[in-house]
């Protein structure tokens, strides 16, 4: 290649004023430098990103029995409602289940069961007793699965954030997946809608069709402050297997109590070992947030929700969903008329 | 004897492998979603986008400092991004184009110095502060048409085919199990914006210009392909034809996807125009057709294109750039539009480049593609549909995601202290106010800790003479950020009775940030 002296140095001379002009225009421009600076191979970090907790400083505590109640007490096959307290989660549910007769009483070998804890919002752990504690999650699919069921499947349809986040973020996807439990996202596509025969407010919703058809339905709420239904419990809990939950909100206890009589879980076990206090149900406030450290466990929803209210210090007769549930005959709210055991674990 | 097409197959492959990747990277954009590339890499590719925001912003944007790659692929090997890597190039050579006969042999025409004017056009805007134009970018115009129309619609299709399989029984699994496997990658629940047509109009437009000639869009419009033409007229990679063998058959000419080559200039290839694709050397009967690397220094050619055009381009952008801030009587400080959480309008307008990123990753499709009638200039820009999709509390993904920092990245922490706007209680159409019936759903559904929204109890006598209580909301405005969850959910049919419109805080510089326990 051969180029002339006049050729190179008119070469030279563009190379440099387009240099010494591309300076000035960079100066001009102005120098934010690294305004976004991350060269990060992924931009997209992973969810749930961690919110820092704030130490839970002083949340008060119902004052626990000095003493265990004994194991050879705890089996005791005519319990309608059992209340474990303790300090354990799991270790509460077992027994609660046992003193209602073992599980073997709920899950045959080869059943589809079909686990319905509160995941309701992503926002929070667990210590923020906006969703069900997954230990106590975990501990129910583990006897589930111990009990020969075919399948068990975990599932809720989170009205903050999407499934999968608000499954992590939990803590109970880890917890299922970790007892041989599946977590299920509940498809738009399996919502059918679905007659009410003994509907008094409501006589057709749309429902998860696969909740219908399962063999076994559990029922695991977790006790919270709610501004309408002023708690929400075992049978509001019941709302999360159906679409247009807005529009449901018109008589709220009475359609909460016909969904009820719809779905009628076969077993009810209310996680109280965290209960929300007030500005449920997503709750976000360490504050409102009490460690009452009670698990209740019945066949019978409305007398587990009832005994759940007490815990508030509220009754039955305070939450209009008890009282439409109890004039239905879905079940007792007259604690005294059924056998209660309180144990200690 | 049909000789082998190599160079054929060698583009198709490579052609294929970029649009898979590109794909790939559209349908990972999701909230939470690490992979081992970045999601918006070809846009850190795109040095069009890249310049224009830096330019806009006064800025430099590292990540997209890449487009300096695709910059020197040009200057090497000419337009071989369009022909080899662009998936919107890629998209129109599989769009069915017009064959092109031996009579209208295409020539190099006037037309084809629009699409580096519209390439000025976009700069000098850009310098003047005004990003709109950028739309014409084809990998933005692929990604926002991807994600508010093409992905969308699909769902919608997707969904109502299984909803309708799934009557039958027997098919229940399989529906179950396709279901799972594509729903929140390429299907999610999120509906078609209605407005959003206007995006699909012009990207349709794109594709069905190839009606008239194929790759009509990079030949006459893209102003990518504009700013990657200048540079290829110093490409090392040169189109060569052996006279001697040449028998003039017209077959490259005819062949070429963006008719580059000129018949009348003994079949010699305008490297403004082609996009390298080499199936002019596959198709010479002769052999004759040949890219040879060139040493040497580039060239110094008669500068494309002439000064008259370039004063024209500059008048243009000068006029175009002011008419975009017209804001039709209203002070552009109104807008009525509520913006992601820390983006403001003045963060948009010098940095977002309509690339539809945030529209993709936005779990809930609240973000769509802002189309107010009143301030042009941010056209496109994103916008938050509360009545489609509200700010989910638990996501910050449309700050990481967005390449230029339109959209502020904060972190979770920071994000749920972010004010987008307030809400605001319209008493004549909400349930409790309008009807005395209980409702609640807008308190219970705001994520606030500790509640933006409160509940009062009025007693009240009622139309059949009994005297009765309802839970009236009230929104506490120091405590409100703006997110929309109870415009989203309230059950009023039609327009929401709780909406949620930019405030005074929300408007100035995009989010202050609210003190915890302080009062209404």
């Known amino acids: 290649m051969h180029i002339s002296r006049r050729e190179f140095i008119r070469r030279l001379a563009v190379i440099s004023f387009a240099t010494a002009l591309a300076g000035k225009l960079l100066a001009f421009l102005g120098c934010s430098l690294v305004e976004k600076g991350e060269l990060t191979p992924s931009t997209l970090k992973p969810s749930p990103e961690a919110v820092p907790l704030a130490p839970p400083a002083a949340i008060p505590a119902l004052p626990l029995p000095t003493a265990p109640t004994p194991p050879s007490v705890v089996a005791s096959p005519d319990t309608y409602l059992a209340v474990v307290r303790g300090n354990n989660p799991s270790d509460m549910v077992e027994t609660a289940i046992k003193a209602l007769g073992g599980i073997e009483r709920f899950v045959k070998p080869g059943d589809d069961v079909i686990i319905k804890p509160n995941i309701c919002v992503a926002y929070h752990s667990y210590e923020y007793a906006a969703t069900t504690n997954p230990e106590v999650v975990g501990t129910i699919v583990k006897l589930c699965v111990g009990a020969g069921a075919r399948r068990v499947r975990v599932m809720d349809q989170p009205f903050g954030g999407t499934p999968e986040q608000a499954y992590v973020r939990s803590g109970i996807d880890a917890a299922v997946k970790s007892a041989g439990g599946t977590m299920e996202v509940m498809s738009r596509v399996k919502f059918r809608d679905t007659p009410i025969p003994d509907g008094k407010d409501i006589t057709r919703w749309q429902v998860y069709g696969d909740v219908l058809e399962a063999d076994v339905l559990i029922d695991v709420p977790i006790a919270k402050h709610h501004s309408l239904a002023r708690l929400t419990l075992g049978m509001k809990n019941l709302m999360g297997v159906i679409l247009n939950r807005g529009q449901f909100h018109s008589n709220l206890g009475q359609r909460i109590a016909d969904l009820t009589s719809l779905l009628k879980p076969d077993l009810t076990i209310v996680d109280g070992v965290r209960i929300l206090m007030n500005h449920g149900p997503s709750g976000g406030d360490l504050n409102d947030v009490k460690l009452a450290n009670t698990i209740i466990a019945s066949r019978d929803i409305v007398a587990a929700d009832a005994y759940a209210a007490t815990l508030f210090g509220l009754t039955g007769e305070d939450i209009p969903a008890i009282r439409a549930g109890a004039q239905m005959g879905l079940g007792t709210a007259d604690l005294k008329s059924v056998k209660i055991e309180e144990l200690v674990v | ?520």
């Not at chain 2, 990277?25 to 925001?53: H, I, K, V, W």
């Not at chain 2, 184009?97 to 020539?107: E, G, H, I, L």
């Not at chain 2, 006279?243 to 490259?252: D, M, N, P």
């Open chain 2, 1 to 520: 004897m049909k000789r082998l097409k190599k160079w054929y197959w060698r583009r198709r492959t490579v052609q294929i492998l970029a649009l898979v990747l590109f794909f790939y990277l559209l349908l990972g954009t999701s909230q939470g979603n690490t992979m081992f590339l970045p999601q918006d890499l070809f846009f850190r590719l795109d040095p069009l986008a890249g310049s224009a925001a830096m330019v806009a912003s006064r800025s430099f944007i590292v990540p997209m400092l890449l487009g300096m790659a695709v910059l020197l692929l040009a200057v090497a090997t000419g337009r071989s991004w369009c022909g080899w890597l662009c998936p919107l190039g890629t998209a129109l050579d599989w769009t069915p184009s017009r064959r092109q006969r031996d009579s209208d042999v295409p020539k190099a025409s006037q037309l084809r110095r629009v699409k580096e004017v519209f390439f000025l056009i976009i700069l000098i805007a850009a310098a003047f502060g005004s990003l709109t134009l950028i739309i014409l970018d084809p990998i933005t115009l692929l990604v926002r048409s991807a994600s508010s129309v093409v992905l969308p619609v699909l769902s919608l299709f997707v969904t109502s085919a299984e909803t309708w399989l799934y009557q039958f029984s027997f098919i229940q699994p399989v529906v179950g199990w396709f279901d799972g496997l594509v729903r929140n990658t390429l299907i999610t629940d999120n509906s078609f914006y209605l407005p959003n047509l206007t995006v699909a109009a012009i990207f349709i437009g794109v594709l069905a210009l190839n009606a008239i000639r194929s790759r009509f869009w990079c030949r006459y419009l893209c102003p990518l392909g504009g700013l990657l033409g200048l540079l290829s007229k110093m490409t090392r990679l040169k189109h060569q034809v052996d006279h001697g063998a040449c028998i003039s058959c017209r077959r490259c000419a005819r062949i070429c996807p963006t008719g580059a080559i000129e018949a009348e200039k003994q079949f010699h290839a305008n490297p403004t125009e082609c996009i390298t694709c080499l199936d002019c050397v596959d198709v010479c009967p002769k052999n004759a057709v040949s890219f040879r690397w060139k040493s040497g220094l580039p060239e110094l050619q008669r500068y494309e294109p002439s000064r008259r055009q370039l004063l024209a381009s500059l008048g243009t952008a000068v006029i175009v750039a002011p008419l975009l801030h017209f804001t039709a009587g209203v002070d552009r400080k109104e807008s009525l539009l509520v913006r992601p959480p820390g983006s403001s309008e003045k963060l948009l307008t010098s940095r977002c480049i309509r690339c539809g990123l945030c529209l993709k990753v936005c779990p809930t499709g609240g973000l769509q593609p802002s189309q107010s009638t009143t301030v042009w200039e941010n056209l496109w820009t994103p916008a938050l549909v509360s009545r489609v999709g509200h700010c989910d509390y638990s996501c910050n993904a449309c700050g990481q995601i967005c390449p230029t920092g339109a959209i502020p990245d904060l972190t979770l922490a920071e994000k749920r202290r972010t004010v987008m706007g307030l809400a605001s209680i319209d008493e004549k159409r909400c349930i409790p106010f309008a009807e005395g019936r209980d409702c609640i759903v807008c308190e219970e559904m705001c994520p606030v800790p500790g509640k933006a929204i409160v509940l009062e109890k009025k007693t009240f006598v009622n139309s059949e003479g009994k005297k009765t209580s309802v839970l009236l909301p009230r929104v506490r405005p120091h405590s409100c950020i703006g997110c929309g969850i109870c415009e989203h959910y309230c059950p009023v049919r039609g327009e929401s009775a709780i909406r949620v419109f930019p405030s005074a805080h929300s408007l100035n510089g995009g989010g202050g940030q609210r003190r915890r326990g302080q009062s209404t």
